[in-house]
Structure formats: C-alpha cells, structure tokens
C-alpha cells in the first residue's frame, strides 16, 4: 500500500514506494500507475515531487512516460540496467534465483578479469592488488574481509585495463554493499580468501592465462555452492559453465 511521504528527500521516497511496487509486480509490464492526480493525493505530496519521482523511475526503466497515454509501467528485463540489482536484492525471498544469477554473474566476470589481468597486466602494475591481499592477511571480520575481497576483483578490473568492466564492476559493488552482512556469510573459509589472492597474483605474475581462470573461477565457484548450502535450496546449486 501506498504510504504518504514525509516532506524530507519526497521525490527520492516516492520513487523508492513505486519501485517498490513495481519490482514486487503489483503493477506488471504494461500496467499503468494512477493517474498523477489521485497519486499525489494518496502520497499527500505535491505534482512537482512526484513528476521528479516518475522521471527516476523512467531513467531506470521501469516506466514510460507518454503525453497522452500517462506512465505505463515497462518490463525492466528489457529496459532495465545493472543498477536494477540493488533494488532487487531485497526482494530475494520473492526472486531466489537472484542470488544464484548473481553470484554466476560474479563467477563469469572473476574469471574473465583474472584472465585479462594475467594476458595483459604490466608486472609493474600489481602493486595494488599486493596491497589489498596484505591488509586480507590482518583482516578478520567476515564483512570486511568480504569487502576486501571485492576490492581485491575492483583492482583486477583497475589492473586489465579495460574501462567499461571497471565501471560495470563499480555499479555493482555499490548495489552489493547495502547487504554486506547477507553475502560476507557466503564467503569462503578466511584463510580460502586469503590464499586464493597469493595464488591469484601469483599466477598473474607468471602471465598464466590458463592458471589465473582456473583459480579464480574454482574460488568464486565455491562461493556460490556454499549460497546454495546455506539456503537449503538445491535448486540454487550453481549450473555448470562453459570452459
């Protein structure tokens, strides 16, 4: 149900009620909202607010707005970005095939940049990801190890030298970080994590394409099997990849 909305951040709220909405698919692909007048009038907002709102929902493509035809709501398989998954995350109990994508997506991505990294890193160029693996080694909480861990992948990215990963990386972590304390239990054993780093580097320092792939997607594999454990859910057992 539709709530009103403090006066604070109200487009910002708005748009997080109507995602909200739409994501858990009350208001399906090809649905319209409310017109704007009975919307603002049950979030007790003004049109201003709430047109802003609409336009960050249509930026994330979860809405078309037409002259004439009002917003209808659009499939965000289609439309939708990467950023999606941050908001989707939450609705997990609805969607658990999520976490399972997500942690294949994870997977894939890990092992191709460990890959590149390994093919194309200058050795005088790892002095980033030593560092990181360092501080791993004095690390002992799960969530920051975890967050480590990422930035461990955040600095392969950096490392490859390809832009478009290190951006598609970075939206991702920031969507991942507001459920830190869910996903750092589905991390591998401490001392797997800091292993796989020295292993991973080690492999990018000899330039092994093949051995630098085969660490990191042995490790990240790992990750997702335990998410499957974990949740009881064998279905979520990770599928297996192409070589």
């Keep these: ?48 607010s709430l047109r802003e709102a609409l336009k960050k929902l249509e930026h994330l493509g979860l809405v078309r707005i037409r002259q004439g035809d009002g917003t209808r709501v659009t499939n965000f398989m289609e439309t939708g970005g990467i950023e999606l998954v941050q908001h989707l995350l939450p609705l997990g109990g609805g969607r658990p ?45 799960a969530a920051e190890l975890f967050d480590l861990d990422f930035e461990f992948y955040v600095a392969l990215a950096a490392a490859c030298g390809n832009q478009v990963m290190l951006l598609l990386i970075n939206t991702v972590r920031d969507g991942v970080r507001n459920f830190m304390p869910l996903l750092a239990n589905l991390a591998g054993p401490q001392d797997q994590v800091r292993k796989h780093h020295r292993e991973l580097i080690a492999a990018i320092e000899k330039g092994d394409v093949a051995s630098a792939g085969k660490i990191a997607d042995e490790y990240l594999r790992m990750g997702a099997e335990l998410a499957a454990r974990m949740g009881g859910r064998p279905e979520l057992q990770p599928q297996p990849l192409p070589e």
């Design 1 to 48: 149900m539709l709530k009103p909305v403090e006066k604070q951040r109200v487009a910002e709220e708005i748009a997080e009620q109507l995602r909200s909405l739409i994501l858990n698919g009350q208001y399906p692909p090809g649905s319209k909202l409310p017109p704007e007048r009975e919307l603002s009038k049950r979030l007790r907002v003004n049109r201003a």
């Design 97 to 141: 095939e999520l976490i399972r994508d997500l942690l294949e997506f994870r997977r894939l991505f890990g092992r191709e940049l460990a890959r590149l990294c390994a093919a194309r890193a200058p050795k005088d160029g790892l002095s980033r990801l030593r560092a990181i693996a360092d501080k791993a080694d004095h690390t002992h909480g």
